[in-house]
Every structure is written in structure tokens, then in C-alpha cells.
């Protein structure tokens, strides 16, 4: 009976429309798509009476259709919800206003929050973008080093990929696909790869070269050592002496650093390996995987010393949450690694197959196998990456069992790490712990890889906290006067109708993944309004747990900036537009969220722009003159000389002065491998002319970059930009 009143007071609107009741809405001026024709033309009025019509139709079928969605949730819900209904005049309303800024789905009326995840994703596109811009000048290396910050942001972050598509997944996915992309051009034109290169683009790079590596190249040094035995299957073909080449050349540097971390784990790891059964030399394995680095990352998603995607990783007791990945905890991701190797090699019965199935997957091998009737390693052919892999970690075992014989005397070798370990029953924050123990806080990270958090897990008992050796009885007799913050870690939430897991997360900022874990939920299970979620929220973010919506929206220059508790369907009703036309003006898909802080620009299309805008003549004024007004020429002689310390690269003196590394090179007789050391006195830079320019509102670095045919990077170095992001209006910037 409600819906058949509601239908009818939704028709009855329509027809007071059609017949002129403009004014019943409370801004006629808002809404209107045409202008009061004039009576003596009658051919616009006709075709304004078409117009109408067809806005009508489309009025009515819309209304129908809310409608028609609206019966059909409450009817699926009945059972589950009650609510106190809204009056048929509110209903009427929300339906009339549904059609004229776009029907309200859940993603429009999700409000924005101080998300931090977004954030990053915007931090990472900046950091992408940068690498673009480095590649269209054949900058390799600046490329590189922005490609790389963006992939470790993206590794960072606590988004679950391998499940049901998600605002945040879809986002993380497109972002890495894009990053990988224009990587792999860069990987084509660079030279020598840096000491701090990931992992995977050491296999990829090798990839790329191997057709063009000559293994007749190799170089072997005289050596006294004893004779080298291995517990797996060596081999010295053409593919191995091609991969040691290739160690001993382009991937030089990285291959140092992994050297020089060799140590770091090696006692922790043979005891394990030894433990489980399985080979010593399996320890190179993850040095071609990781480099020794517990916070390594792939392209494949893969993390930590023994590159564990997620769905394998708990397959072997690897557990992550919001606060911890276990793939990052040397202890455990060590006997997963190990036990993981075992039943691979019980499956295929050899060690090189069983390394080919660690990196191809167990199931494609087995098709290969199956599909070209042989279970000769040397003789399938299986994709690149997985042919390249094992002859790699061959090279890898043949050069760190004799370093000196194939020219890396000298390694540098990192301290072994060891800890104490203590149980904890309580949620502690890690820079009291540091205090109590006195350590820094950053070496308490350091031992402890896998949390991600500033504090240990909240609601844990028997937690396994690493500390630095010989601090166990200090922590012991202050553990129980520790404070914990467990109280502040959770937010309760109440569901409400229309709300799913991705939209609950998205609103605190945190991911699917993490509300699940806290309420022993699956992936398929259903949520119910009226009932409570217990969402972990980070303890080191203030969150506002009644988020009100704002009042008074205005926009600065057509740009407005999205504050707490803003929707999308509220910022196109305080300016008199769509939300369609607020994504279009934005490029902002349907399902993506908005968050605290975001740009959003007006269309100039919307009604009340006018009334809610705020422009800044001041700033127009300045750069609205003609071009040589807005740019002044300067030329300044740099004579300056330094000298190099200890961590130094060319790459950071570059950035420091604002120049160039090829530009350091030639001013220097530097070639390309020529290698920088402490106390070595370099010239940076002479006669450097720049002009200066005043940024715009909705300038990019980009653009500007752009503009001055110069990289992002130089602009950064010249001008001690630390975030991208906040680029303010009216900044002079040098421009070398």
C-alpha cells in the first residue's frame, strides 16, 4: 500500500511538473536544462516541448526505477532490518533528487575520511607519473628510482588482490600494471642496475639481456680456495655462465649489496633448511628472490625473504592481518620456504624442477611436463622468467661459495641479526617498549620486519616480540607497568542498510582483509543491518567516529577541496550539478571512493558555482600578464665543489644540486661504471641558468616539467620539494 502512495504521489509530481509547477521546487533556477521559451517563436517552442517531453519520460522511468530497486532491497531485507521509515515526502524527495544529480549508489554516499590508503595511491601515480616523464627524456636512471619508489609504496600497502574485485583492488591493480608497464621500458635502455634495485627486475633485466650476453665473457680469478661442494644439482652450461656474466656486469652493484647482507640471516636460515630435511644451498635461492631483504617485493605481489603471495603463504601458516605479514618474519617464512621446497620436490623428484615450480607455480610445470613428455629441466620450455630463474640461482650458489674466484673479493658483510624473544599477552606500542629497553625505536623494527604497524597486534595472546640480545630482563620487569592501547584500537560499527564490507572499509580507511580477520568472518559471509563490526582502525590515526556532514560548501577558484563527512552526492547538491557530471569533469569511475583533502573541480556547467565560488584575483592577477612576465630569466655561475661521504651516490648529489648524474660525470671524466668514493672531491655544477615560474591553480609537476622540456626530479632537487602533492599556488619555482 506505502509503495502504491508513494508511486502516486511520484506521478502526480511529474504531471504538476509537466504543467508548468516549476516553482514548487525550492530552486526553480537549479534545476531547470532549458530557458523560458518566448512565446512568439514557435519553432524553439516546439522544440523546447520536445525537450520537455523527453526530459518527462525520462524523469518518470527513473522515479520507476528507484522505485522499482527500492521495493526490491526492502523486500530481500524484510526479514533482516527494521528501520523507522522515512515519510512519503522525504521518499518523494529523495527520488525527485535522485534524478536530477544522478541516482545514489553506495560509492556516492560513502563519506570521504582521512583515508590514508587512497593517499598513497595518489602518492604512487605522482611517483609514476615522474618516472614517465624520466623516460620520455632518456633519463634511465631517474626513471628507475621513481618507478621504484612507486613500487615500494604500492608493496606497502594492506590491500587483499587475490579475492572479489574491490574500489581499492581494482585501484592497486591498475596502478601496478601501469608502473610494471613503463618499467619494462625503461629496463630496455638502462644501463647497469643500482645496488637498491627489487628483486624481480633483476630477473627481468636478465631477461632482457640474456640473447645479447656472451658466456665466453666470464671471468675467473685465480683462487686458493678449497674445493667447492654443493648438496644441489650444479651445472656450468652456456645459461649459467651466461647468468654469472651477467652478475659480474650489469647486475654487478645489486648483487654486491646481496652479498654484503649474506650473513644476516645465514645461521638462522641452514639450521632451519636443516631442520626440514632439505638442502644447505637452498639459501640462494633466496638471494636471487629477495636479496636477503625481509621487506623485498615483486611484481607478482609477492613479499618478503622468500617472495610468498598471500594465498600461498597461508597455505604454509603464513598469516597477515592489518597488523602483521608474516611472509616478512625470517623465522617463519624461512620454514614455510622450507617445507613449501620438500613437497615440491616430493611432487616433481628434483631439485631444479622443484625451483622451477617455486617460481612458475607447481601446476603450469606439471602441464609443461605433461604437454612436452620430458622432465629434463634444460629441455622444457617453460616462460621466460621460470627458464631464467634456475640458472640464475645456479650462478648465484657458484659465486657466493667463491666470490673472489669470479671478482667480488672484498665483500663488506653485514652483522648477523640476533634477538632475544619474549611472550606477550597484551597490545603494546613499540616506541614504549624501545624506552623500556633503550633502543631506537627504528632497531626495534629492524628485528621485528613483520609488523606493520607501530604496535604489536591488539587481542593477541602469546605474541612472539623479537628484542635486541641481552634486553629480555629489563623488558620483563617493566612489562606489566607498560600501557596498553588496546582500548583505542577498535571502533565499533553499526551496520546500516545498503552498507557492504568494501564500503565499511573504505570509510575507516582500512582494508576488507582486516574487518574480516577482526570478526572471524569469511569472504562470502553475509552482513546484516542493525548489527555491530569491530573494525581495527590504526592506533597512530585520530579517527572521528560520528563523521558530520559539512555545511557550507565552497570552492576556491572552481576547485573544491572534499572535507570529513563530504559525498559525492553532497558536493553535486551544493553546487547545483550531477554526480555524473562531477565524475566525468574528474575522470573519477564509478565505485571509486573520494577522501579527506581531494581536489575536486567544478563544472562550469553547475548552478550555483557562481554563488559557492571564491576566486582569487590576487593570484590571477600575477599570472594572467603576458609570458615574459610570468617567467624571469636568470643566470647564476655555481662554481661549487663536493665532497663525498660515506652512502653517497651520484644519483643523491644530483638531486641535491640539481643537476644531473651525466651532467656530474662529464663536468668530472667520470664514465659510466666509474664508481664514487668517501672523500672524493667532485664539481656539481657552473654557470646553471634558470628562470623563474609562478605555478597556477591545477598546475602538476608534470605539467611543468612538461612546459620546460626538464624532469620532475630536477624541479624537486631545485626547489627541496619533499611531497609533490602539495604544490601551492603562486610558488616561484626555479627552473634550471
Given at each position: 500500500?506505502?509503495?502504491?502512495i508513494?508511486?502516486?504521489?511520484c506521478?502526480?509530481?511529474?504531471?504538476?511538473?509537466?504543467?508548468?509547477?516549476?516553482?514548487?521546487?525550492?530552486?526553480?533556477?537549479?534545476y531547470a536544462?532549458?530557458?523560458?521559451?518566448?512565446?512568439?517563436?514557435s519553432?524553439?517552442?516546439?522544440?523546447s516541448?520536445?525537450?520537455?517531453e523527453?526530459q518527462n519520460?525520462?524523469?518518470?522511468?527513473?522515479?520507476?526505477?528507484?522505485?522499482?530497486?527500492?521495493?526490491?532491497?526492502?523486500?530481500?531485507?524484510?526479514d533482516?532490518?527494521t528501520?523507522?521509515?522515512?515519510?512519503?515526502?522525504?521518499?518523494?524527495?529523495?527520488?525527485?533528487?535522485?534524478?536530477?544529480?544522478?541516482?545514489?549508489?553506495?560509492?556516492?554516499?560513502?563519506?570521504?575520511?582521512?583515508?590514508?590508503?587512497?593517499?598513497?595511491?595518489?602518492?604512487?601515480?605522482?611517483y609514476?607519473?615522474?618516472g614517465?616523464?624520466?623516460?620520455?627524456?632518456?633519463?634511465?636512471?631517474?626513471?628507475?628510482?621513481?618507478?621504484?619508489?612507486?613500487?615500494?609504496?604500492?608493496?606497502?600497502?594492506?590491500?587483499?588482490?587475490?579475492?572479489?574485485?574491490?574500489?581499492?583492488?581494482?585501484?592497486?591493480?591498475?596502478?601496478?600494471?601501469?608502473?610494471?608497464?613503463?618499467y619494462?621500458?625503461?629496463l630496455?635502455?638502462?644501463?647497469?642496475?643500482?645496488?637498491?634495485?627489487?628483486?624481480?627486475?633483476?630477473i627481468?633485466r636478465?631477461?632482457?639481456?640474456?640473447?645479447?650476453?656472451?658466456?665466453?665473457?666470464?671471468i675467473?680469478?685465480?683462487?686458493?680456495?678449497?674445493?667447492?661442494?654443493?648438496?644441489?644439482?650444479?651445472?656450468?652450461?652456456?645459461?649459467?655462465?651466461?647468468?654469472?656474466?651477467?652478475?659480474?656486469?650489469?647486475a654487478?652493484?645489486?648483487?654486491?649489496?646481496?652479498?654484503?647482507?649474506?650473513?644476516?640471516?645465514?645461521?638462522?636460515?641452514?639450521?632451519?633448511?636443516?631442520?626440514?630435511?632439505?638442502p644447505?644451498?637452498?639459501?640462494?635461492?633466496?638471494?636471487?628472490?629477495?636479496?636477503?631483504?625481509?621487506h623485498?617485493?615483486s611484481w607478482?605481489?609477492?613479499?618478503?625473504?622468500?617472495?610468498?603471495?598471500?594465498?600461498?603463504?597461508r597455505?604454509?601458516?603464513?598469516?597477515?592481518?592489518?597488523?602483521?605479514?608474516?611472509?616478512?618474519?625470517?623465522?617463519?617464512?624461512?620454514?614455510?620456504a622450507?617445507?613449501?621446497?620438500?613437497d615440491?620436490?616430493?611432487?616433481?623428484?628434483?631439485?631444479?624442477?622443484?625451483?622451477?615450480?617455486?617460481?612458475?607455480?607447481?601446476?603450469?610445470?606439471?602441464?609443461?611436463?605433461?604437454?612436452?613428455?620430458?622432465?629434463d629441466?634444460?629441455?622444457?620450455?617453460?616462460k621466460?622468467?621460470?627458464?631464467?630463474?634456475?640458472?640464475?640461482?645456479?650462478?648465484?650458489t657458484?659465486?657466493?661459495?667463491?666470490?673472489?674466484?669470479?671478482?667480488?673479493?672484498?665483500?663488506?658483510?653485514?652483522?648477523?641479526?640476533?634477538?632475544?624473544?619474549?611472550i606477550?599477552?597484551?597490545?603494546l606500542?613499540?616506541?614504549?617498549?624501545?624506552?623500556?629497553?633503550?633502543?631506537?625505536?627504528?632497531?626495534?623494527?629492524?628485528?621485528?620486519?613483520?609488523?606493520?604497524?607501530?604496535?604489536t597486534?591488539?587481542?593477541t595472546?602469546?605474541?612472539?616480540?623479537?628484542?635486541?640480545?641481552?634486553t629480555?630482563?629489563?623488558?620483563?620487569?617493566?612489562?606489566?607497568?607498560?600501557?596498553?592501547?588496546?582500548?583505542?584500537?577498535?571502533?565499533?560499527?553499526?551496520?546500516?542498510?545498503?552498507?557492504?564490507?568494501?564500503?565499511?572499509?573504505?570509510?575507516?580507511?582500512?582494508?576488507?582483509?582486516?574487518?574480516?580477520?577482526?570478526?572471524?568472518?569469511?569472504?562470502?559471509?553475509?552482513?546484516?543491518?542493525?548489527?555491530?563490526?569491530?573494525?581495527?582502525?590504526p592506533?597512530?590515526r585520530?579517527?572521528?567516529?560520528?563523521?558530520?556532514?559539512?555545511?557550507?560548501?565552497?570552492?576556491?577558484?572552481?576547485?573544491?577541496?572534499?572535507r570529513?563527512?563530504?559525498?559525492?552526492w553532497?558536493?553535486?547538491?551544493?553546487?547545483?550539478?550531477?554526480?555524473?557530471?562531477?565524475?566525468?569533469?574528474?575522470?573519477?569511475?564509478?565505485?571509486?571512493?573520494?577522501?579527506?583533502?581531494?581536489?575536486?573541480?567544478?563544472?562550469?556547467?553547475?548552478?550555483k558555482?557562481?554563488k559557492?565560488n571564491?576566486t582569487?584575483?590576487?593570484?590571477?592577477?600575477k599570472?594572467s600578464?603576458?609570458?615574459?612576465?610570468?617567467?624571469?630569466?636568470?643566470?647564476?655561475?655555481?662554481?661549487?665543489?663536493?665532497?663525498?661521504?660515506?652512502?653517497?651516490?651520484?644519483?643523491?648529489?644530483?638531486?641535491?644540486?640539481?643537476?644531473?648524474?651525466?651532467?656530474?660525470?662529464k663536468?668530472?671524466?667520470l664514465?659510466?661504471s666509474?664508481?664514487?668514493?668517501?672523500?672524493?672531491?667532485?664539481?656539481?655544477s657552473?654557470?646553471?641558468?634558470?628562470?623563474?615560474?609562478?605555478?597556477?591553480?591545477?598546475?602538476?609537476?608534470?605539467?611543468?616539467?612538461?612546459?620546460?622540456?626538464t624532469?620532475?626530479a630536477?624541479?624537486?632537487?631545485?626547489?627541496?620539494i619533499?611531497?609533490?602533492?602539495?604544490?601551492?599556488?603562486?610558488?616561484?619555482?626555479?627552473?634550471?
Amino acid at each position: 500500500m506505502k509503495k502504491i502512495i508513494l508511486l502516486s504521489l511520484c506521478v502526480s509530481l511529474l504531471i504538476f511538473l509537466g504543467c508548468g509547477g516549476t516553482q514548487s521546487l525550492s530552486s526553480p533556477k537549479t534545476y531547470a536544462t532549458a530557458e523560458k521559451e518566448k512565446p512568439s517563436d514557435s519553432k524553439a517552442k516546439s522544440q523546447s516541448d520536445k525537450e520537455k517531453e523527453e526530459q518527462n519520460n525520462e524523469f518518470l522511468q527513473a522515479v520507476l526505477d528507484a522505485s522499482a530497486k527500492k521495493k526490491s532491497t526492502e523486500s530481500n531485507n524484510s526479514d533482516k532490518i527494521t528501520e523507522v521509515p522515512h515519510s512519503h515526502e522525504e521518499s518523494t524527495r529523495d527520488l525527485v533528487e535522485s534524478v536530477y544529480y544522478g541516482s545514489v549508489d553506495i560509492d556516492d554516499s560513502s563519506a570521504a575520511v582521512d583515508d590514508d590508503l587512497w593517499r598513497q595511491f595518489d602518492l604512487a601515480e605522482e611517483y609514476h607519473a615522474m618516472g614517465v616523464v624520466a623516460n620520455r627524456e632518456a633519463a634511465w636512471e631517474e626513471a628507475q628510482y621513481y618507478f621504484e619508489k612507486s613500487l615500494k609504496i604500492m608493496a606497502n600497502l594492506d590491500v587483499e588482490t587475490d579475492s572479489t574485485l574491490t574500489p581499492e583492488a581494482s585501484k592497486y591493480t591498475a596502478i601496478l600494471d601501469n608502473v610494471i608497464s613503463d618499467y619494462r621500458i625503461t629496463l630496455r635502455s638502462l644501463g647497469n642496475l643500482t645496488e637498491d634495485v627489487s628483486s624481480a627486475v633483476l630477473i627481468e633485466r636478465f631477461g632482457d639481456l640474456s640473447s645479447r650476453l656472451n658466456s665466453d665473457t666470464m671471468i675467473v680469478y685465480n683462487s686458493e680456495k678449497d674445493k667447492i661442494t654443493y648438496d644441489i644439482p650444479i651445472v656450468m652450461n652456456d645459461r649459467v655462465k651466461k647468468s654469472i656474466v651477467y652478475f659480474q656486469t650489469v647486475a654487478k652493484n645489486a648483487f654486491i649489496k646481496y652479498l654484503t647482507r649474506s650473513k644476516k640471516y645465514k645461521p638462522m636460515m641452514l639450521r632451519i633448511l636443516r631442520e626440514e630435511g632439505v638442502p644447505d644451498d637452498l639459501i640462494y635461492l633466496s638471494l636471487v628472490e629477495s636479496g636477503y631483504n625481509a621487506h623485498a617485493y615483486s611484481w607478482a605481489r609477492a613479499m618478503g625473504l622468500w617472495q610468498f603471495i598471500s594465498s600461498t603463504g597461508r597455505m604454509y601458516g603464513l598469516d597477515r592481518s592489518w597488523w602483521y605479514d608474516e611472509r616478512k618474519d625470517p623465522e617463519k617464512s624461512t620454514r614455510a620456504a622450507a617445507k613449501y621446497l620438500k613437497d615440491l620436490y616430493k611432487r616433481f623428484g628434483s631439485w631444479d624442477l622443484a625451483m622451477a615450480a617455486y617460481n612458475g607455480g607447481p601446476g603450469r610445470v606439471s602441464r609443461t611436463i605433461k604437454k612436452q613428455k620430458t622432465i629434463d629441466f634444460w629441455k622444457l620450455r617453460l616462460k621466460r622468467e621460470t627458464m631464467d630463474y634456475v640458472p640464475l640461482i645456479m650462478a648465484a650458489t657458484i659465486i657466493s661459495k667463491n666470490p673472489v674466484k669470479y671478482g667480488f673479493p672484498d665483500i663488506e658483510h653485514e652483522s648477523e641479526i640476533m634477538w632475544d624473544e619474549v611472550i606477550i599477552d597484551k597490545c603494546l606500542e613499540l616506541k614504549v617498549i624501545a624506552r623500556e629497553v633503550g633502543c631506537s625505536l627504528k632497531e626495534l623494527q629492524y628485528i621485528n620486519p613483520e609488523l606493520l604497524r607501530r604496535y604489536t597486534p591488539p587481542n593477541t595472546k602469546g605474541y612472539k616480540l623479537k628484542l635486541p640480545v641481552g634486553t629480555k630482563t629489563q623488558f620483563l620487569a617493566a612489562y606489566d607497568s607498560m600501557p596498553s592501547p588496546k582500548e583505542t584500537s577498535w571502533v565499533k560499527h553499526k551496520i546500516r542498510r545498503g552498507e557492504a564490507i568494501s564500503t565499511i572499509a573504505a570509510k575507516y580507511g582500512v582494508s576488507q582483509y582486516a574487518i574480516l580477520e577482526a570478526n572471524n568472518l569469511s569472504r562470502r559471509s553475509k552482513i546484516y543491518a542493525g548489527k555491530t563490526l569491530i573494525v581495527p582502525v590504526p592506533l597512530d590515526r585520530n579517527y572521528n567516529r560520528s563523521v558530520s556532514k559539512p555545511s557550507g560548501h565552497k570552492a576556491q577558484n572552481s576547485i573544491y577541496a572534499v572535507r570529513s563527512g563530504d559525498t559525492m552526492w553532497d558536493i553535486a547538491r551544493a553546487f547545483g550539478t550531477t554526480v555524473q557530471k562531477l565524475r566525468r569533469e574528474n575522470s573519477i569511475v564509478r565505485g571509486s571512493r573520494i577522501y579527506v583533502g581531494q581536489k575536486i573541480k567544478i563544472p562550469s556547467s553547475a548552478k550555483k558555482l557562481k554563488k559557492n565560488n571564491e576566486t582569487s584575483s590576487k593570484t590571477y592577477a600575477k599570472t594572467s600578464k603576458s609570458k615574459k612576465s610570468k617567467t624571469k630569466s636568470i643566470a647564476k655561475s655555481q662554481d661549487k665543489t663536493y665532497k663525498v661521504r660515506s652512502g653517497d651516490t651520484l644519483w643523491d648529489i644530483a638531486r641535491k644540486y640539481g643537476t644531473t648524474t651525466s651532467a656530474i660525470r662529464k663536468i668530472n671524466g667520470l664514465g659510466r661504471s666509474s664508481r664514487i668514493y668517501p672523500g672524493q672531491k667532485l664539481k656539481v655544477s657552473t654557470n646553471v641558468k634558470y628562470v623563474i615560474h609562478k605555478v597556477r591553480r591545477g598546475e602538476t609537476l608534470s605539467a611543468i616539467a612538461n612546459k620546460y622540456r626538464t624532469s620532475i626530479a630536477r624541479i624537486r632537487a631545485n626547489n627541496n620539494i619533499d611531497n609533490p602533492n602539495r604544490l601551492g599556488v603562486g610558488a616561484e619555482l626555479k627552473i634550471y
